[in-house]
């Protein structure tokens, strides 16, 4: 549909978006890990899938896994799953997205909340893909629920900033966030209902936007306004820098005619 490359929002709150940078790094080096090591072995990276990615028919007790492959709880494929991905575009379209929208979120939330906010999206998002298809046994994976949340939450936090994006992998325009994200969000919905069947989890993008937009107003700093609103300062309130410096009274004349 679009492919974002940059959105001129610069940083207010933080100087560098270290778990934006960190978070792409960890999915950068565990994708290198299991690519190498399945390369040759479909089957090991199948493996690999299954072991960490979400399934819904073994979260909801419906199916077990392999007993060699069971190397995590259950419940930690919420979030593990959401560090594997299938191939390199697969991998690089979802780090484009955190690259991009990732830094304003982290600068609106703080590095700590941040990462938290990441890692609920992405859960909330297996908890959707899950409602969908409780009996699916194929995993789930990538981190495209997370990054849906960092959407939904730029979107909350930034409609008005114009982002440059290529339509159609061909056109470059500058529209704002809204348009942009805003046509993001009706296609996913619309791809659930037309694509049911497809190998992309539309819920779980569908359920991380959701998680993201509603999480934003509870995990944002309070100084932090929504929907690019200005901070007004109060009528009576007097800044330092309105404040004119006084002007200094002429020193006193010593000598003749002074008092």
């Keep these: 549909m679009f492919i974002p490359l940059h959105d001129q929002n610069s940083l207010v709150h933080i100087r560098l978006q270290f778990v934006t940078l960190a978070l792409i790094a960890i999915n950068v080096i565990v994708w290198m890990v299991f690519a190498a090591s399945g390369a040759g072995d479909q089957n090991a990276l199948a493996s690999a899938y299954i072991s960490y990615g979400y399934i819904p028919a073994v979260a909801g007790d419906l199916k077990d896994i392999p007993a060699e492959l069971a190397v995590i709880p259950v419940e930690a494929s919420y979030i593990t799953y959401a560090f594997m991905h299938a191939d390199f575009m697969h991998l690089a379209g979802n780090m484009l997205f955190l690259w991009v929208f990732g830094d304003n979120v982290e600068d609106a939330m703080g590095h700590v909340r941040f990462l938290l906010f ?66 993001w969000i009706a296609f ?72």
């Design 188 to 259: 996913q919905i619309y791809s659930l209902v037309a694509f049911y069947d497809s190998d992309v989890s539309w819920a779980a993008h569908i359920g991380g936007f959701i998680a993201g937009a509603g999480l934003v107003f509870i995990m944002k700093r309070s100084d932090v306004p929504l929907f690019d609103r200005k901070v007004q300062t109060p009528n009576a309130v007097i800044l330092e820098d309105d404040v004119e410096p006084k002007t200094q009274e002429n020193p006193r004349k010593w000598g003749r005619g002074a008092s």
């Design 118 to 183: 990441y890692i609920l999206c992405a859960a909330i998002a297996a908890y959707a893909h899950g409602v969908v298809a409780p009996t699916s046994e194929s995993p789930l994976i990538g981190a495209s629920g997370a990054t849906s949340g960092i959407v939904g939450a730029y979107l909350m936090l930034h409609p008005k900033v114009k982002i440059w994006v290529l339509v159609l992998g061909r056109i470059p325009l500058r529209l704002s966030a809204l348009w942009v994200l805003g046509g």
